[in-house]
């Protein structure tokens, strides 16, 4: 299989570094990869401990009072100098449960309050989002949302708008608007499911046969 020779710090950056890896093919090829990381340092990279803990938790979150609504972010990213339809998310903090997390990042960028649903733990484990280019993996929660939608909790590198959205809406986001992969995939169950997260009850139902 192939190897990792060597790995070579290339940033410093407070949320995102870029590091370098001297590799060698299946064949005995030198060649170089590039890897962006969450790690703070390269004792910390997935690739030299192994572990796929959440850099970040992801929140499918339905409205209590009204569960024909999904809770959305239209969110500006610099990375395509343009608004794109997400979940609410965030980074999980240093020692911080992912669902912890959760809870908090929809109080700070909603204003409104998560309350978790129980699901099987092999659908709310981190994934990775990008494994090309990134070892990042993210952990998804999901939940009923109530209260009233606030943006007093936003940081100011923070451009982002609130959004309900009905399963009308959901068809024309999906038809029409940029929207992150990952949400891309619930907001289909949204769409087809009878009730809130029937998915996931009919995933447990095969695990259990």
């Given at each position: 299989m192939?190897?990792?020779?060597?790995?070579t710090?290339?940033?410093?950056?407070p949320?995102?570094?870029?590091?370098?890896?001297?590799?060698e093919s299946k064949?005995?090829k030198?060649?170089?990869?590039y890897?962006?990381s969450?790690?703070?340092?390269?004792?910390?990279?997935?690739?030299?401990?192994?572990?796929?803990y959440?850099?970040?938790?992801?929140?499918?979150?339905?409205?209590?009072?009204?569960?024909?609504?999904v809770?959305?972010?239209?969110?500006y990213?610099y990375?395509?100098?343009?608004?794109?339809?997400?979940?609410?998310?965030?980074?999980?903090?240093?020692?911080e449960?992912?669902?912890?997390a959760?809870?908090?990042?929809?109080k700070?960028?909603?204003?409104?309050?998560?309350?978790?649903?129980?699901?099987?733990?092999a659908?709310?484990?981190?994934?990775?989002?990008?494994?090309?280019?990134t070892?990042?993996s993210?952990a998804?929660?999901?939940?009923y949302?109530?209260?009233?939608?606030?943006?007093?909790g936003?940081?100011?590198?923070?451009?982002?708008?609130?959004?309900?959205?009905?399963?009308?809406?959901?068809?024309?986001?999906?038809?029409?608007e940029?929207?992150?992969?990952?949400?891309?995939?619930?907001?289909?169950?949204f769409?087809?499911?009878?009730?809130p997260f029937e998915?996931?009850?009919?995933?447990?139902?095969?695990?259990?046969?």
């Amino acid at each position: 299989m192939p190897s990792i020779k060597k790995v070579t710090p290339m940033t410093e950056n407070p949320y995102v570094r870029l590091y370098h890896l001297d590799v060698e093919s299946k064949t005995g090829k030198a060649g170089h990869y590039y890897v962006a990381s969450r790690a703070k340092d390269e004792r910390h990279l997935k690739l030299n401990t192994g572990e796929n803990y959440p850099d970040g938790v992801i929140i499918y979150a339905v409205c209590k009072e009204d569960k024909n609504k999904v809770v959305l972010v239209r969110q500006y990213r610099y990375a395509i100098d343009d608004y794109i339809y997400e979940f609410p998310a965030g980074l999980v903090e240093t020692g911080e449960d992912f669902k912890t997390a959760g809870i908090r990042e929809m109080k700070e960028e909603t204003g409104l309050t998560l309350e978790p649903v129980t699901v099987n733990p092999a659908y709310e484990k981190p994934y990775f989002t990008t494994i090309g280019m990134t070892d990042e993996s993210c952990a998804t929660v999901y939940g009923y949302a109530s209260g009233t939608v606030s943006r007093a909790g936003l940081e100011d590198s923070e451009e982002l708008e609130i959004v309900l959205a009905d399963k009308e809406e959901v068809k024309r986001i999906l038809k029409e608007e940029k929207v992150a992969i990952m949400t891309s995939y619930m907001l289909m169950h949204f769409l087809h499911d009878g009730e809130p997260f029937e998915f996931l009850k009919e995933i447990k139902k095969n695990l259990i046969k």
